[in-house]
C-alpha cells in the first residue's frame, strides 16, 4: 500500500495529482524517475554506488540504502514509471526535524548549458548559495504534540538570508518555539545533537576527510539531509542523529579533481555548526 | 633607483611604457595603485591586516610585507601616482621558479555588477577556475644557466587544461627540460620542493586550517605565488620554496562566514601536490 510521505521537506511532492515521491510501511521510499538524462543520471549513480568495492562502510552509510529500481503506477496518474527503490530515510526517526541543504556555491555543473547555467546562477545569487556556499532548501522543525511542526513555506526558505540561516540552524536544536521570532533559540539540545562523539558535527568531519581525498564522483546540486527526533533523544536512543546525502541527478564524474564546490560547502556549513557548540561552551 | 621586475610572471608589466610595478635594490616592490575602487581596496586592506592583532605569526608570513604607500613616478610616465611599497618576494631568491595560480572556482564576488560577473563567469569557465577550483595565471621555470627560463606565454597559459595543470604542477619540480612536452618530468625536486616538513605542501595545509576557521577576509581573486630556486636547493638552504598570498583589489569582508570559495580551491590544489609525492612513493 503506497502513500504520500509525511516528513518530506523539499522536492517534488505526491500531493494534488502532481507526480512525486511514495512510501510503504516496510520503509522504502519509491522516487519517480525524473526524465531525460536526469533520471538515467541518478539510476546510474545508485547503481554505481552499490557496486564501487572503493566505498568504505564509513561513508556509505552517509547514502540510503538502494535496493534497484521498479515499475510503479506514478501518483499523478499517468500510468507506469520507473521509480528508484530507496530507504525511507525518515522511517526510522518519530516526529523527526528535519533540514535539507543545498550543497555547493553553485548548482550547475561545468558541461551544462549556456540557458541552464544562466538560470541556476540566478538562483545561487539570490538565495545563500553563493555567500555561503550552501543554501536550506526545505526543513521541519517538531515543536511539540499539540502544536506540531514548523514547516516554514517554500517561499520563505528561498528567501532566507545568511542571518535566517544562522538562527534557523539554532532554531533547530532548540526547545522553545521555532515560530516566535522574537524569541532567542535556546540551543538546548545542541550538544546532544550537533556536538558528542555520534554527533551531526562529527559525522560531517567524516564526510569532509572524505571529500577532502575522492576524486570519483562531483555532486552538483546533491543535498545533505540532516535528521533527528526529541522523542529518541528523551529515550536515549542512538544514533537519534544522522546526516545523509541525497539528490543524485546531476552527479558527475570527478575525472581526477576533487569535488571542491561541495566541499567548501561542506566546510562552511561545519563553521555554522561548530559556531553553534563554541558559543555554548562560552 | 626603480627598475622593472625581472621575475614577474601575472599581472600588468612595466614594459615598453605600460603601467606596472617597479623594484628596487632593498627587496622593494612598488605596485601602482589601480584605478578606483581596486586601488583604494588593496591598500585599505594592507593596512587593516597590518593593524589585524587576530592574525596569528604563522599566517602573517604568508603576506608580503607592507612598507605603506608612497608617491612615485609611474612606470608609463602619466606621473605622481601612489604605489604600495611591499615585499619584492623574488628578491630572496636567485633564478627562482614561480607559480601564479588564482584560487577560486569563481573570481567574482557576489556584489559586483552583472556585467563584470558575466565577463568573469565566462574566463572561469573556459580555464581550469570552475573545473579545478583554482587557474595557474603565470608561471616560470629555471632550466639551466645556458636556457634559462622556461616561460609560457600569456595565452598558452590561459589555455591550459586540467591536464597541462597537471603536467605543470610536476614540471616545476623537475630536472628534465621543460620545453619539450614528449619529456616525462622526472619530479626529481618534488621531495624537496613540495614535500618535508618546511614543504609547499606543509605550508598549504597550514594555510588550510586558517582558512577552515577566518571569517574576516573573502580573498575573491587573489593568488597563490609558490617560489623556488635550485640553487639555494643545491646549496641545502632553508627555506627555499615558499608560498605566498599575494592580490587584494578584490577582497571583501567575511561577515562571519569562512572564504569556502577560496578554501575550496585550495583543497583541489592540495589535493594535485600530494597526488604527486604519492604517486613517487609508489
Known sequence: MLKVPKHQVAGHEAIGGNLGPLIDDSGRFYKPLQDGE????????????????????????FFPAFYGSQLLEASDGSGLRPHLVLQDLASNHLDPSILDVKMGSRTWYPEASDDYIQRCLEKDRTTTTVSLGFRISGLQIYEN?????????????????????????????????????????????????????????????????????????????????????????????????????????????????IDHNFLGGLCSFIKFISEILTDLNE
Chains 1, 2 share one sequence.
Request: hydrophobic share 35%.
Open 38 to 61: 536526469r533520471g538515467t543520471k541518478e539510476l546510474a549513480f545508485y547503481h554505481s554506488l552499490s557496486s564501487d568495492t572503493r566505498l568504505p562502510d564509513r561513508i556509505r552509510k
Open 145 to 257: 504534540k499539540e502544536s506540531g511542526f514548523w514547516k516554514p513555506s517554500r517561499k520563505d526558505v528561498l528567501n532566507f538570508t545568511v542571518d535566517n540561516v544562522r538562527l534557523v540552524l539554532r532554531k533547530f536544536v532548540s526547545s522553545n518555539s521555532p515560530v516566535d521570532s522574537n524569541m532567542k533559540p535556546d540551543c538546548c539540545f545542541a550538544h546532544s545533537v550537533y556536538g558528542g562523539p555520534a554527533g551531526i558535527l562529527e559525522q560531517l568531519l567524516e564526510l569532509k576527510t572524505w571529500f577532502e581525498d575522492q576524486t570519483v564522483y562531483h555532486f552538483n546540486s546533491s543535498s545533505l539531509l540532516i535528521l533527528f527526533d526529541k522523542e529518541s533523544l528523551w529515550e536515549g536512543r542512538t544514533p537519534f542523529a544522522e546526516v545523509k546525502l541525497i539528490d543524485f541527478a546531476h552527479v558527475e564524474e570527478g575525472k581526477g579533481v
